[in-house]
């Protein structure tokens, strides 16, 4: 296997990585919501997949989630692991906010990366690696009927951490180093800046009123 295959292979298992973590909270989500497991499997999918198929459609490419099996079938093994193991993973303290910034950190990495490999610019490509990253929590919060993270107003940043890991695989783009080394360091900035910021309480600055 040369460098090419063995970075795409690289990527290919981060995004999986995060597509289950997505998966994970939306399918917790739904057994909150009291939705059957249809509802799950459908809140697992949309939240998994969502962000990723807005990336590629403005990227204007085929969603890889069309004919890559393993990004269909990964949702639907986490909708099975809430299924049997809810009650177990209720009692983790926040469990979907854990696995909710773990895909936002590992889907705002793959989605510049991709950006970034399409050709965008620096900064439209860390825009639309963030955009990926929330995309599918956005659309979790609405079929749930709550107010999405990003936008409600006591949320402790959401898209900022996306935006923090974006940046880092556009500089190191920039300066010619695309190892998957600094792909896990963006995701882990994002997420550990995610759970600071949920920790501590720290918020997005709002305008004086």
């Not at 998994?48 to 990004?71: H, K």
């Not at 920790?199 to 600055?205: C, D, G, K, L």
């Amino acid at each position: 296997m040369n460098a090419v295959d063995t970075l795409a292979t690289g990527y290919l298992v981060l995004e999986l990585v995060g597509i289950f973590a997505f998966a994970l909270s939306g399918a917790q989500l739904a057994v909150e919501r009291d939705f059957d497991i249809v509802g799950m499997a459908v809140l697992a999918e949309t939240t998994a997949l969502g962000g990723g198929v807005l990336r590629d459609v403005l990227l204007g490419t085929t969603p890889a989630a069309f004919f890559q099996p393993a990004y269909l079938i990964t949702p639907l093994i986490a909708t099975g692991v809430v299924f049997v193991w809810h009650r177990q993973l209720e009692r983790v303290a926040r469990f979907v906010t854990l696995v909710d910034a773990a895909g936002v950190g590992l889907f705002c990495v793959v989605g510049t990366q991709k950006a970034l490999l399409f050709g965008l610019p620096g900064l439209p490509a860390v825009i639309l690696g963030a955009t990926s990253a929330v995309g599918g929590g956005v659309l979790r919060d609405l079929l749930a009927r709550r107010d999405p993270a990003v936008l409600r107003k006591d949320s402790q940043m959401y898209a900022i951490p996306a935006l923090f890991g974006a940046t880092i695989i556009a500089i190191g783009y920039w300066v010619h180093v695309t190892t998957p080394v600094l792909a896990v360091a963006a995701a882990a900035v994002a997420f550990a800046l995610r759970m600071l910021a949920l920790r501590y309480n720290w918020r997005a600055p709002h305008p004086r009123r």
